[in-house]
């Protein structure tokens, strides 16, 4: 289809002509032996069915490339799209969300979402809140076990929510994370250290309402979308936003708009200055929880948000705050070209 005789709201954006998509399946990896929990942060073909048909109807040729080993092998023999929209999480290590992002980058492919420095850095749990911290946003009192030596030495107000350190989805999150004694402590850090294969973050234990913000655009065009509530359903089989509760989240969780007011324009407020902070771009999504006075503090950041058009949050708030699927889309890969025309 050319320029001249497509509709007007695409000529903008079907300016470039090939989007590469890139993207962790987890069939794909599950065909490679690799057990349900290890790719539970992987995508399903219904969301990148989902991604193709929007970008498709935006005017864009796209090209499915798969994962970071299919991107590094077709940029070595020489492939080039105009554009990658990119939502790979990459496999192994903490910097892993980066992996996509700097090959691209090395290569000088313009794409979506944060640069690499983000990336890595957002994914250690640790190593964001220390920023957070220092950027004056409350987030609560933690530490950091790197050994089972490292368990005696915590020292914090009970109880503690314990968690990996670099993973997402709720991932090594279950009933057991909320903690109330040494001993459970002990067993459950024990527990990550030895399934996960890396550090364990601990803090305290934030006991109030749960919200979730997204962010569109960058720098000081970046603003808030929405912000959802997250609740968790009696019966479920953990009374926190666990990985089981996310994958089943129609039968355990209840999700709605923020109630308008004082608390949601401050939760709104944090979250902007967290994203600014960490120079965020295209669109992200953080939590926030009350702590035991009902004030907010900050919990995760999310610089590569799920995209599943009913099952992620990002399209869920976008949802509640009047954008349809194929707007939200647009509105990522709108900015993610403003830039690469700004770089040249």
Same mark, same amino acid.
């Given at each position: 289809?050319? +320029?001249?005789?497509?509709?007007?709201?695409?000529?903008?954006?079907?300016?470039?002509?090939?989007?590469?998509?890139?993207?962790?399946?987890?069939?794909?990896?599950?065909? +490679?032996?690799?057990?349900?929990?290890? *790719?539970?942060?992987?995508?399903?073909?219904?969301?990148?069915?989902? #991604?193709?048909?929007?970008?498709?109807?935006?005017? &864009?040729?796209?090209?499915?490339?798969?994962?970071?080993?299919?991107?590094?092998?077709?940029?070595?023999?020489?492939?080039?799209?105009?554009?990658?929209?990119?939502?790979?999480?990459?496999?192994?290590?903490?910097?892993? +969300?980066?992996?996509?992002? =700097?090959?691209?980058? #090395?290569?000088? *492919?313009?794409?979506?979402?944060?640069?690499?420095?983000?990336?890595?850095?957002?994914?250690?749990?640790?190593?964001?809140?220390?920023?957070?911290?220092?950027?004056?946003?409350?987030?609560?009192?933690?530490?950091?076990?790197?050994?089972?030596?490292?368990?005696?030495?915590?020292?914090?107000?009970? %109880?503690? &929510?314990?968690?990996? @350190?670099?993973?997402?989805?709720?991932?090594?999150?279950?009933?057991?994370?909320?903690?109330?004694?040494?001993?459970?402590?002990?067993?459950?850090?024990?527990?990550?250290?030895?399934?996960?294969?890396?550090?364990?973050?601990?803090?305290?234990?934030?006991?109030?309402?749960?919200?979730?913000?997204? *962010?569109?655009?960058?720098?000081?065009? =970046?603003?808030?979308?929405?912000?959802?509530?997250?609740? *968790?359903?009696?019966?479920? %089989?953990?009374?926190?936003?666990?990985?089981?509760?996310?994958?089943?989240?129609?039968?355990?969780?209840?999700?709605?708009?923020?109630? %308008?007011?004082?608390?949601?324009?401050?939760?709104?407020?944090?979250?902007?200055?967290?994203?600014?902070?960490?120079?965020?771009?295209?669109?992200?999504?953080?939590? &926030?929880?009350?702590?035991?006075?009902?004030?907010? =503090?900050?919990?995760?950041?999310? %610089?590569?948000?799920? #995209?599943?058009?009913?099952?992620?949050?990002?399209?869920?708030?976008?949802?509640?705050?009047?954008?349809?699927?194929?707007?939200?889309?647009?509105?990522? @890969?709108?900015?993610? #070209?403003?830039?690469?025309? +700004?770089?040249?």
């Amino acid at each position: 289809m050319s +320029e001249a005789v497509m509709p007007a709201k695409r000529q903008t954006l079907a300016r470039a002509r090939r989007i590469g998509l890139v993207y962790d399946l987890r069939d794909a990896y599950l065909a +490679e032996g690799f057990s349900p929990d290890d *790719v539970a942060e992987f995508d399903s073909p219904s969301t990148i069915d989902a #991604l193709d048909r929007a970008l498709r109807s935006l005017g &864009f040729q796209v090209v499915r490339i798969g994962h970071g080993r299919r991107l590094a092998e077709r940029l070595a023999r020489g492939d080039r799209w105009d554009l990658v929209f990119t939502i790979a999480e990459g496999l192994r290590g903490r910097s892993r +969300e980066a992996q996509a992002p =700097a090959l691209l980058e #090395l290569y000088g *492919v313009p794409y979506t979402f944060s640069d690499p420095l983000t990336c890595a850095l957002t994914l250690d749990k640790a190593l964001t809140k220390q920023l957070v911290r220092a950027a004056g946003i409350p987030t609560p009192p933690f530490h950091v076990v790197c050994s089972k030596a490292d368990i005696g030495g915590v020292r914090l107000n009970g %109880p503690l &929510f314990v968690k990996p @350190v670099a993973e997402g989805t709720g991932k090594g999150v279950d009933a057991r994370s909320c903690v109330r004694t040494r001993r459970e402590l002990g067993a459950v850090c024990r527990r990550l250290l030895r399934r996960h294969a890396q550090p364990v973050l601990v803090e305290e234990y934030l006991p109030g309402r749960e919200f979730t913000i997204a *962010v569109l655009g960058a720098d000081d065009d =970046a603003r808030v979308l929405g912000a959802m509530e997250i609740s *968790v359903r009696p019966g479920a %089989p953990a009374r926190d936003y666990s990985h089981e509760v996310k994958e089943r989240c129609e039968q355990y969780a209840r999700y709605f708009p923020m109630p %308008p007011g004082a608390l949601r324009r401050r939760v709104e407020a944090l979250a902007l200055k967290t994203y600014r902070a960490f120079q965020c771009r295209d669109a992200g999504r953080l939590d &926030f929880r009350l702590d035991r006075r009902g004030c907010p =503090a900050f919990l995760e950041i999310n %610089p590569i948000p799920g #995209l599943h058009p009913t099952h992620s949050d990002l399209p869920m708030i976008a949802t509640q705050a009047g954008m349809s699927y194929r707007a939200l889309i647009a509105a990522i @890969v709108r900015g993610a #070209l403003r830039r690469a025309r +700004e770089k040249t």
